[in-house]
């Protein structure tokens, strides 16, 4: 798996989940120079963006998630998380995780398998 998420879960409303990808080090051998998304798909609607970072740091929200969410990343773990605060309802969604390379002008190249998280009110 070239990319694995983690850390999906059952969470009341107001509360927090940190998510996970780990991406294969076999596949991004120059994973610091990737921007790295998150995305979420909710039952009967089309996958949207949630998060990206660039290789240099810098971060992108929608925003529906924007003062809330913040993804961050470890270069040296080959990892990128998302730290979701003040969840609603709304949020939940199979959240997946989507790299980029440098090379590329628009879109992901690699997708990793969702991860469900699931907020109740």
């Known amino acids: 798996v070239q990319l694995q998420a983690s850390g999906g879960g059952l969470v009341q409303a107001g509360g927090s989940v940190r998510l996970c990808c780990e991406a294969?080090?076999?596949?991004?051998?120059?994973?610091?120079?990737?921007?790295m998304g998150w995305f979420r798909q909710a039952p009967g609607k089309e996958r949207e963006f949630v998060a990206a970072?660039?290789?240099?740091?810098?971060?992108l929200y929608s925003d529906s998630v924007k003062g809330r969410f913040t993804i961050s990343r470890d270069n040296a773990k080959n990892t990128v998380y998302l730290q979701m605060n003040s969840l609603k309802p709304e949020d939940t969604a199979v959240y997946s995780c989507?790299?980029?390379?440098?090379?590329?002008?628009?879109?992901?190249?690699?997708w990793g398998q969702g991860t469900q998280v699931t907020v109740s009110s």
């Open positions: 294969d080090v076999r596949t991004f051998s120059s994973y610091s120079s990737y921007r």
């Open positions: 989507a790299a980029r390379r440098s090379t590329t002008p628009s879109g992901y190249d690699y």
């Open positions: 970072i660039k290789s240099g740091g810098s971060t």
